[in-house]
């Protein structure tokens, strides 16, 4: 089966460019999107390990609340949005997209899903004849340490085609940035971490020598500066995420093939080290860091092939990681949403 039908059945119509936008398309196999079947109740659910903090996971359209020795459920989907993709913000605050047939958008939440606050509204009134070409889609939050709200974001557009673009905001009302060009017809720049120098480290979609599409890591020092890739094409990596404090990039790598595995690799802020893999033979997606920086929490099926499920590499950043442990069982985490770990 050909890994690059992942997501038609996530967003049947919408396109290529929204697939490869979405971080996941070339590597992932039918399936990989969760909850088609329904997820099971919270109540239900019970970890295999006990990590430190909270882990937000996205499941069937909901947003679940890992933490101590139980699962809850934070926010619920309804008719018209599921949850997905969310992001811890340095007051504890969670941003995550609301993604509808048609459109998404990005909302605010206390760490209970309580006090709900939209931050954007993607969907525009109909053009003559009931074309939506004006909707638009956000994907990929995540808040900075200073207070910037970064995000890839449709604009600017052309008619219905979809290349994302890497945007920020200071606050919740005001003026957005672009800081991206994406190159078109690939899905465009998606997955932005932002840098305590107030750069931004992001997967870049580009067309290699062959045609086919691939992804790179790219930096930027600000909205103006072209950027330069920190990986090649041939690596095909994408999904960065930061260890606290900078100094170790955690990214998912496939080199062009069927499979996916997690690479950690020291970054001094402009330039990345050698390489080295912690988990492989499997579909891994989206390595996140711990809040203290000791330990990843990453996607990928559990044994035997069945859904995407959670685990954990303890020691990631050192010398002598462990090998992957099984952290959840019997739910079907959604493979298109990265995990947020908040302390």
């Known amino acids: 089966?050909?890994?690059?039908?992942?997501?038609?059945?996530?967003?049947?119509?919408?396109?290529?460019?929204?697939?490869?936008?979405?971080?996941?398309?070339?590597?992932?196999?039918?399936?990989?999107?969760?909850?088609?079947?329904?997820?099971?109740?919270?109540?239900?659910?019970?970890?295999?390990?006990?990590?430190?903090?909270?882990?937000?996971?996205?499941?069937?359209?909901?947003?679940?609340?890992?933490?101590?020795?139980?699962?809850?459920?934070?926010?619920?989907?309804?008719?018209?949005?599921?949850?997905?993709?969310?992001?811890?913000?340095?007051?504890?605050?969670?941003?995550?997209?609301?993604?509808?047939?048609?459109?998404?958008?990005?909302?605010?939440?206390a760490a209970d899903g309580g006090g709900l606050q939209r931050l954007t509204d993607d969907?525009?009134?109909?053009?003559?004849?009931?074309?939506?070409?004006?909707?638009?889609?956000?994907?990929?939050?995540?808040?900075?340490a200073d207070g910037r709200l970064w995000y890839s974001y449709d604009a600017p557009k052309a008619g219905f085609r979809v290349d994302l673009a890497v945007w920020s905001r200071p606050a919740a009302n005001a003026v957005a940035t672009r800081w991206s060009s994406p190159v078109g017809y690939t899905g465009g720049d998606v997955e932005p971490v932002p840098l305590p120098s107030g750069g931004v480290v992001y997967a870049r979609y580009v067309i290699g020598a062959g045609s086919e599409i691939r992804s790179q890591l790219w930096l930027q020092t600000g909205p103006r500066d072209p950027g330069h890739a920190l990986t090649t094409t041939d690596d095909d990596c994408s999904q960065p995420d930061l260890a606290p404090g900078g100094g170790t990039l955690a990214m998912v790598c496939t080199q062009g093939g069927q499979g996916a595995r997690v690479e950690v690799v020291s970054f001094d802020g402009r330039t990345l080290g050698t390489p080295r893999v912690l988990a492989a033979g499997s579909l891994c997606a989206f390595p996140t860091w711990a809040p203290d920086g000791s330990a990843l929490a990453y996607l990928a099926p559990a044994p035997g092939g069945g859904d995407f499920t959670l685990w954990w590499l303890a020691g990631a950043a050192g010398a002598t990681p462990s090998g992957p442990r099984q952290v959840l069982e019997g739910v079907a985490l959604d493979a298109t949403s990265r995990p947020a770990w908040a302390p």
């Open 1 to 109: 089966m050909g890994l690059t039908t992942v997501l038609v059945a996530l967003m049947a119509g919408f396109g290529l460019a929204v697939y490869t936008g979405l971080g996941l398309v070339r590597h992932l196999h039918d399936g990989a999107t969760a909850g088609a079947g329904g997820t099971t109740d919270p109540v239900d659910l019970h970890p295999l390990l006990r990590l430190p903090g909270s882990i937000y996971l996205a499941a069937g359209g909901d947003l679940l609340r890992l933490r101590g020795d139980g699962v809850t459920a934070v926010l619920n989907h309804d008719g018209s949005r599921r949850w997905m993709q969310p992001a811890v913000a340095a007051d504890g605050s969670v941003v995550v997209v609301a993604r509808s047939a048609e459109s998404s958008d990005l909302y605010r939440s």
């Open 123 to 144: 969907a525009a009134a109909p053009l003559h004849g009931g074309s939506l070409e004006r909707n638009h889609w956000a994907f990929h939050p995540r808040a900075g």
